[in-house]
């Protein structure tokens, strides 16, 4: 049985639940991670295969065909030789999916590096970015981080008031990191003291209050310091108001009530 076969035969749950129809879709191994690739912009079966490292071409074949199957990834042919991938709008319907999912793992399931895991490290700074976008960290000025990976893998992660962003090469810093892409993700999947202590360790440079602005800005914790978590901010005005607009309401119908 071809692998797209059993790809089929495999992932249907005879359950009635969107959850389930969705994980149908996109729940199989690699299927997600070929849609965050490809969240970047259209890619070669080989920029592909190169990326998502341990994948067999034959199973890479097979989960584009099943992605193509569901209107989710569609091919641009160039030429005879020229493939490339790309998402459909179905498929780009799939980003805050991934973001909410990126967010959550990187607050509860990330952890240290794996034995033998592969860490590309422009994508655990796309993963920093879209953590920091997604989680709604903001600052009331603009912040610039450079994360040198060694002499040439260098990139710069900045907020510009309304947006994190990240380009490849270094820009003035208010802070500037030196790591192996290994100890970068040790220091995502650390608590606020432990990427403090790890920032000292590796002497980063940057003054204590930016430090700690970089320290305190990941993590499912309260978010401590000149940055904040929109979505904390967010959290706390719509309990207040919603608390408050209740009693009213019911101290409105009590007083409506004849005695």
Known sequence: MAPSTRIRAKRRYQHFCPA???LETIGERWSLLIVRDL???PRRFSELRRSLTTITPKWLSARLRALEADAIVTRDVAGEREVRYRLTPKGEALE???????VWGMDHALGPPRHGEAIHPGRAID??????NRRGVRSARRVVWVIR??????????FDGARWLR???EAPADVTVQTPP???VKFLSADVEGRRRWLRERRATGTRQRLDELASAFGSESIPGPLRSSLHRRARRARTPLLSGQETGQKRILDSIPR
């Open 182 to 184: 290994s100890d970068w």
């Open 127 to 132: 993963a920093t970015v879209r953590y920091l």
């Open 20 to 22: 389930a129809r969705a």
């Open 149 to 158: 990976f060694g002499d040439v893998r260098n990139y710069t992660i900045r």
């Open 96 to 102: 805050p999916v991934f973001d909410a999912l990126l």
């Open 39 to 41: 969240l970047a912009g």
């Open 167 to 169: 380009q490849r090469g």
